[in-house]
């Protein structure tokens, strides 16, 4: 019989523990260990709060949280499990950096062989593109080795968003990025989360001129317009263009690090700012959508 019956959000307020620190612990030291609901969504039992208020407890007495984990007994160091996320991490950038795609394939496939599909995104994907990129900006490796890698990746998050399926009866959410943004891997994380809670996805990708997007608006009819913008630039573009925004969708939400650096510069684009990371912004989308569309209806939860 299933057990989990709290979602992170209940569990956050429960416990007084953020969920990405929630997240950060399941992933890092198997503690707590939620089931999973049929759309992918972390369901946390009662043993799981016991074990996350007695872990916080070690933790608020200066006991390392890797530490305090191991005292509630759930994930002795000397036990061989899967390989965490963290350590496939470090293997991707290797492969891509060496341009070696086999190899890559291998982790990846690993990857998907222990972890839910949302983690993989979440906690592999998206650290690996960061890591490369930086790499980029740094000088240390040069822009064949950076395209590779996000052409790599980009493949990837494509495949499972058509794995995904396409959900017609899904309330639709066009996901574009801002004008002259060429940074698409956040917008299609979010896009691959989208899908997989059911809605309709329409992923537009980058540079995406606003005008054209209040056009497939006004076609498609969405219940929300989503634009990711990794820049000061990028928001920018999207302040000297507000007025084409405006009445674009229902909802219209910003996001990305241009936003993420500081959230009240989607108020003067005329959208709302969820929160930094693509799982929190999907889930309260998912709250903000009942509130608007007053229904819960098409979306698999
Ligand atoms: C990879 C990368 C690149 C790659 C992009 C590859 C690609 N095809 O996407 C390349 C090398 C091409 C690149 C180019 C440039 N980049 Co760059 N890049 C990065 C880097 C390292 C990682 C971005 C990334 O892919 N993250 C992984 C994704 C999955 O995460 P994410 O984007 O944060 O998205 C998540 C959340 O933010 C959120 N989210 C994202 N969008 C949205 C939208 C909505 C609606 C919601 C709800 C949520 C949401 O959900 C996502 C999933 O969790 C960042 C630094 C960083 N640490 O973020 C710099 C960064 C974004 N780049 C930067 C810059 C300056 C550039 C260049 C201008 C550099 C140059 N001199 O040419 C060019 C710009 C090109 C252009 N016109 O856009 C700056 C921006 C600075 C600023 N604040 O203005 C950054 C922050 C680096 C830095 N610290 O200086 N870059």
Redesign the pocket.
Known sequence: MARGKYTVNEVEERTGVPATTLRQWERRYGVPKPERSESGYRLYSDDDVTDIKAIKAHVDDGVPASRAAQIVGRNPSDQRGPRPLCDLKGELVAALVDLDDGHADRVVAEAHTLYPVEDVV?DL??PV??E???L??DGVVN?TT?HFA?SYI?GRLRQLMSLSGSNRSGHGVI?ACAP???????????AV?LRRSGYQVYFIG??TPVEDLADMARTVRPVAV?????????VHHLMNKRNHLQGIAPLL??????F??DPRRAELVGGRY??????D?VER?HDLVRETIGTEAAVRR
């Open positions: 979440i994907f998206q593109m960061v490369l990129g930086t980029w900006h822009t950076e996000s980009n996901v002259h943004d060429q940074h698409e891997l956040g917008a299609l994380v979010l989360l980058a540079n989503m634009i990711s913008a990794s820049s000061i630039d990028s939400v910003l996001g990305g690090n241009g993420n650096t969820l929160a930094a990371s693509g799982a912004a989308f």
